[in-house]
């Protein structure tokens, strides 16, 4: 059974908007780095952002800068991703991870100790 779950994929046209969130059952979210990935059909898993234990520090891929945003409410255990302007490229399987501590080399998979089952974004007309 996984420690995060996601939620808030659905089918969206190319311009719009969703929100996702990963919520922790039996972690205290508010102890953990969290990294949002994303895996395309046929591609890696890649890194979207990460926001630290405070919220003080995000880092986003180049792909997404300027259309979305990490964000984190510790009293909720959960962390967001609004994702603004979306594009048919952002269609993926997205998915929250935590991990202890940080590292510079944020977007390895491994590094992450616990992960979500996904959630489904398709973005077209």
């Known amino acids: 059974q996984s420690q995060l779950e996601e939620s808030g994929g659905g089918l969206v046209q190319p311009g719009g908007a969703l929100r996702l969130s990963c919520t922790a059952s039996?972690?205290?979210?508010?102890?953990?780095?969290v990294t949002w990935f994303r895996q395309a059909p046929g591609k890696d898993r890649e890194g979207v952002s990460l926001?630290?234990?405070?919220?003080?520090?995000?880092n986003y891929a180049d792909s997404v800068k300027g259309r979305f945003t990490i964000s984190r409410d510790n009293a909720k255990n959960t962390v967001y991703l609004q994702m603004n302007d979306l594009k048919p490229e952002d269609t993926a399987i997205y998915y929250c991870?935590?991990?202890?501590?940080?590292?510079?080399?944020?977007?390895?998979?491994?590094?992450?100790?616990?992960w979500g089952q996904g959630t489904q974004v398709t973005v077209s007309s």
């Open positions: 991870a935590a991990a202890s501590s940080y590292i510079s080399a944020w977007a390895i998979t491994s590094w992450y100790s616990f």
């Open positions: 039996r972690l205290s979210l508010s102890s953990y780095v």
């Open positions: 926001i630290n234990v405070s919220g003080g520090m995000k």
